[in-house]
């Protein structure tokens, strides 16, 4: 009679010794890249960006000798990267960029601040047009901000 009893209770016993069991799995918050939009969003904020840039009289001389495809490409892989997405980026660093010293071939010497927050205003005017929400577009900003030093000023 006992041993009848301590069967039926089994699938009980074994449901809540499995359930004890599980683990929790930890609550991760979606990364800036996914929040974005992934890489089809990038590509649009980048693409975007890049006409803005070109219409820019403050800095577009700067880019009229650049390979756009290769910096294009650069720059998805470096957002995607910097935003948490699966990206590598394998360019330059931002100060081998930006120095002649490093990238010989590029117009880049002595970028100013005026022309470092045109290329911001540029990127902000992209967000727009696709409509990030300001939240969004402040988190990236607060990503590419201290590369500022490593781009300003250098010969
Ligand atoms: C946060 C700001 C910036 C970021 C994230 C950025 C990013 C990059 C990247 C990823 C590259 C390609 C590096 C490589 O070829 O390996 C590049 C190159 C370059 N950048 Fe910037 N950049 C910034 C600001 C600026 C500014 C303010 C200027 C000038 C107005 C500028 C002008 C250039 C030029 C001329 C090149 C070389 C293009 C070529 O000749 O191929 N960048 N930048």
Known sequence: MKT??????LPLIAALFFLSCKKEEPELEPTLYERLGGISAITAVVDQ???NVIND????HRFT???GEALRLHLIDQICEATGGPCIYKGLSMKEAHSTATNPGANVAN????EFNALVG???MAMNTLNVPADLQNELLAILAPMKDDIVGNP
């Open 4 to 9: 009848t009893k301590l069967l039926t209770l």
């Open 122 to 124: 540029d990127l902000v």
């Open 57 to 60: 009289p403050v800095i577009n």
């Open 49 to 51: 960006f890049l006409v």
């Open 65 to 67: 000798t650049a390979n």
């Open 111 to 114: 970028i100013t601040d005026e």
